[in-house]
């Protein structure tokens, strides 16, 4: 049984630096792109980043510059460096892995919350 177990979250000021990590775990073939979505109260859920088996990488516009997502493939983990925290950052965020274990489909973690605030 595929698991995501995500870490990282918590309380930091304006100004201030969060690490989220994502680790996978369970019968897995193969894994390909991997994420992080964030949703704060009364917004929908968003792609805040998001990297490729190949290296390709995406942010939406928001955190270009503050934030930087890696994966280690040999542990099969998905970190976001996120620096230079913003209040409009409060979230929670959402770890996405998109595998192959019986079949090619989604996972999600089970969210940590992020919150920017003085």
């Known amino acids: 049984q595929v698991q995501l177990v995500e870490s990282g979250g918590g309380l930091v000021q304006p100004g201030g630096s969060l690490r989220l990590s994502c680790a996978v775990s369970?019968?897995?073939?193969?894994?390909?792109?991997m994420g992080w979505y964030r949703q704060a109260p009364g917004k929908q859920r968003e792609l805040v980043a998001q990297i490729t088996t190949g290296g390709s990488l995406y942010y939406v516009d928001s955190v270009k510059g503050r934030f930087t997502i890696s994966r280690d493939n040999a542990k099969n983990t998905v970190y976001l460096q996120m620096n230079s925290l913003k209040p409009e950052d409060t979230a929670v965020y959402y770890c996405n892995v998109e595998l192959e274990d019986l079949l090619r489909r989604d996972y999600w973690g089970q969210g940590t919350q992020v919150t920017v605030s003085s």
């Open positions: 369970g019968s897995i073939f193969s894994i390909y792109a």
